[in-house]
């Protein structure tokens, strides 16, 4: 196929698939960075009723969704699927169940088209979401050694980024991620899921020093820890219904809130310095934490990259972003691909 011109550069269009735990995704990117179409169907109002993910149901809900969510991505972008030149895909980390429909769907657009696959770490592609752009959003350039952190429901883990598509894990959390936090303190409070959004609008009216939750620095790690923090809260809120105070649940999530903020980002920028990092990337569903984007921001010496809100949460467009890169690096999986949920991210490059 005779390739796109660009500023005479050869274009290159790969259209990402996402289904790493509940949300159907695909987009199509040109180079890595700018999106030609962005589809995201979310699972949220179903599974708000379990008060978190039901694994078995998103696995039906990805069946019942991928190719309606697929033809619209091909339609928004004007392109069939013979005009991409390759087909990226999440194989890991995620929900098994999961990764597995977004995997067959793949394979199957990639048997029927002859373009070669690859299988994309979903950690990494978070790291990606910065270099994308839009319409309405200019992406950014990495400037390197960087450190990512990366926050979401799954995951909170702090990077270093040596070089492009080089990755070594400084830490992670040793319990829960900071979006499960969010989520299992919401339910605490009564919020409805997912408890990010719910604890940043009740946190506007709240005293973030009202109550004097615990920080789990972990002195001479880079890890996290969020469950102690948790078990505050609960301590708390028994406590108050013990003694019929009444529940302050705006002071109790602003001071949650500003808890998790705090070791986020003193981790992260005592990282920063430690590894001369010229640019902090900060990605994941709860990269859209407004408090969070608004200390790091101020707080940083250096440039800090943050995506806009829609790319921060999972989406199809940073899977095709980081098959671009991928797929110029070399990188080419067959069709006995297989799932990886469990994945490390500073074992990604060594997979192919």
């Known amino acids: 196929m005779e390739k796109r011109r ?7 269009r790969i259209l990402g698939i996402e289904s790493s ?9 040109e180079n890595g960075r700018r999106i030609l179409s962005n589809v995201v169907a979310s699972q949220a109002a179903l599974h708000a009723q379990y008060g978190g993910v039901f694994p078995e149901a998103a696995s039906r809900q990805h069946l019942l969704t991928f190719v309606p969510v697929i033809e619209q991505a091909l339609r928004d972008a004007h392109v069939e699927l013979a005009e991409v030149d390759a087909i990226a895909v999440t194989r890991g980390p995620g929900l098994p169940g999961s990764l597995v ?6 394979k199957g657009l990639a048997m029927v088209s002859g373009k070669p696959l690859i299988g994309v770490h979903h950690l990494e592609a978070h790291l990606h979401s910065v270099l994308l752009s839009d319409a309405q959003v200019q992406g950014s350039e990495i400037l390197y050694p960087a ?3 990366i926050v979401s429901g799954g995951h909170t883990e702090l990077v270093l980024i040596s070089e492009p598509l080089r990755y070594q894990s400084l830490g992670a959390t040793l319990d829960d ?4 936090a969010f989520d299992k303190v919401a339910r ?9 959004p719910s604890i940043q609008m009740v946190s506007a009216k709240g ?7 615990p920080r789990a620095w972990l002195e001479g790690t880079w890890n996290f820890s969020f469950s102690g923090l948790k078990t505050a809260v609960l301590r708390e809120v028994k406590r108050l219904e013990r003694y019929g105070s009444g529940m302050p649940v705006e002071d109790l999530a602003a001071s949650f809130q500003q808890a998790v903020v705090d070791v986020l980002v003193g981790k ?3 990282a920063a310095e430690q590894f001369r990092a010229k640019c902090i990337l900060i990605v994941g569903g709860v990269a859209a934490n407004r408090a969070l984007r608004e200390a790091i921001s101020l707080r940083a010496p250096t440039p800090v990259l943050i995506p806009p809100l829609y790319l921060c949460t999972d989406n199809a467009a940073m899977i095709a972003a980081a098959g671009y890169f991928r797929y110029r690096a070399g990188q080419s999986d067959g069709l006995d691909m297989d799932v990886l949920p469990n994945w490390p991210l500073a074992k990604s490059l060594q997979q192919f």
């Open 6 to 12: 660009s500023t005479g550069e050869t274009t290159y």
């Open 207 to 213: 005293n973030p020093e009202a109550f004097s939750f």
């Open 268 to 270: 992260t920028l005592a």
């Open 188 to 196: 605490l409070l009564k919020l409805p899921y997912p408890g990010g």
């Open 147 to 149: 450190i990512g952190l």
């Open 177 to 180: 991620a900071a979006g499960e």
């Open 101 to 106: 429909v977004g995997i067959n769907v793949a």
């Open 21 to 29: 735990c509940d949300e159907t995704a695909a987009a199509v990117v």
